[in-house]
Nanobody, 129 residues
Framework: QVQLVESGGGLVQAGGSLRLSCAASGRTISRYAMGWFRQAPGKEREFVAAISWSGGSTYYVDSVKGRFTFSRDNAKNTVYLQMNSLEPEDTAVYYC??????????????????????WGQGTQVTVSS
């Protein structure tokens, strides 16, 4: 079992930055592909970003490309989502997810929520205009 705990959310003005962290426990996530998703009030959960377990491949939804950066620190069993130039449309609960990729190509990433094995509880990000 992998437990995921997100942190780093909060209230920020438009144009500001936040760095979300997702700390894993229970198992090392060094061979887990990771993802970030978000859900705004009244909307369905949306894919935001993904990273392969090798860390060599990342993928972003178009709306955050060039503003968000996904990284991982396997020594700390933690992944990060650096969010810059935040917009009110980024307001949502952000969730971290993990997928065991040990039997697959280390460069693969996943953009569908159903593909992930473990989820965190989420952290609220609110961007004021």
């Amino acid at each position: 079992q992998v437990q995921l705990v997100e942190s780093g959310g909060g209230l920020v003005q438009a144009g500001g930055s936040l760095r979300l962290s997702c700390a894993a426990s229970g198992r090392t996530i060094s061979r887990y592909a990771m993802g970030w998703f978000r859900q705004a009030p009244g909307k369905e959960r949306e894919f935001v970003a993904a990273i392969s377990w090798s860390g060599g491949s990342t993928y972003y939804v178009d709306s955050v490309k060039g503003r968000f950066t996904f990284s991982r620190d396997n020594a700390k069993n933690t992944v990060y989502l650096q969010m810059n130039s935040l917009e009110p449309e980024d307001t949502a609960v952000y969730y971290c997810a993990a997928k065991d990729g040990s039997s697959r190509d280390p460069g693969l990433f996943y953009i569908t929520g159903d593909e992930y094995d473990y989820w965190g509880q989420g952290t609220q990000v609110t961007v004021s205009s």
